[in-house]
C-alpha cells in the first residue's frame, strides 16, 4: 500500500516536472503589437469590423491584412491612437462598417420578454442572465452596448440606453501626458 502511494506520487512529481519543463521550453509568445492595438481598442466585441472581436481585428492590423478604421464603436480617436502606435496617417472612419454611437447599454423590458434565450446565445460577454421561459435582464457592468442581443429578439422587448455622462462613467477626453523623472 504505502509502496504504491510512493510510486503514484513519483510519478506525479515526473509528470509535474516534465510538463513544467514544457510549458517553459514550449511557451508561444503573442505578437505584442497585437496586444498594444488590442489595449487601444473599445472591446465591445461587435464584430462590426468584421472580425468576431476585437482581439482578432488586433491581430490582423497587426500583420497588416485589416485597416485601422473599421472599428465604429472606436470612432475617430481610437483611429488616431491607432495610428500614432502604428506610425501611419490616421485614416477617416469608415462608414461602411457602422457610424460611431454614444456608448449604451442594453435594457430587458422584463414585462415583454418571453425567456427564448436568443439574446443570451447573441451575447459575446455573458453580460445577460436569465433561463429558458423565464425573464431575462441585463448584469449592466458587463454590457458592452454590441447591439447583438436587439436583432435576435422575437418580441422587441430589448432596447439600448445611453450612459449619461456622470461621475461614474466619466473619462478624460484627452490623452493623459506622462511626466517621466529625470535621475
Not at 434565450?117 to 445577460?128: F, G, K, N, S
Request: aromatic fraction near 4%; glycine fraction near 8%; charged fraction near 20%.
Amino acid at each position: 500500500m504505502i509502496a504504491a502511494i510512493l510510486v503514484m506520487v513519483g510519478l506525479a512529481v515526473a509528470i509535474g516536472l516534465v510538463l513544467g519543463w514544457s510549458a517553459i521550453r514550449f511557451k508561444v509568445e503573442g505578437n505584442p503589437l497585437a496586444e498594444k492595438i488590442d489595449a487601444i481598442l473599445p472591446q465591445t466585441q461587435c464584430g462590426q469590423c468584421g472580425f468576431p472581436g476585437c482581439r482578432p481585428y488586433a491581430e490582423a492590423i497587426a500583420r497588416g491584412e485589416a485597416e485601422i478604421n473599421q472599428c465604429p464603436p472606436g470612432g475617430e480617436e481610437g483611429v488616431k491612437k491607432l495610428a500614432e502606435l502604428l506610425g501611419v496617417e490616421p485614416k477617416p472612419l469608415d462608414e461602411t462598417h457602422g457610424t460611431p454611437k454614444p456608448k449604451s447599454v442594453a435594457f430587458i423590458d422584463e414585462q415583454l420578454c418571453i425567456g427564448c434565450t436568443l439574446c443570451i446565445q447573441a451575447c459575446p460577454v455573458d453580460a445577460i442572465v436569465g433561463a429558458a421561459k423565464q425573464m431575462h435582464t441585463i448584469v449592466a457592468a458587463e454590457c458592452t452596448g454590441c447591439e447583438l442581443c436587439v436583432a435576435p429578439c422575437p418580441v422587441d422587448c430589448i432596447s439600448m440606453v445611453p450612459i449619461a455622462e456622470d461621475l461614474p462613467h466619466w473619462k478624460w477626453k484627452y490623452p493623459v501626458i506622462e511626466l517621466k523623472r529625470v535621475a
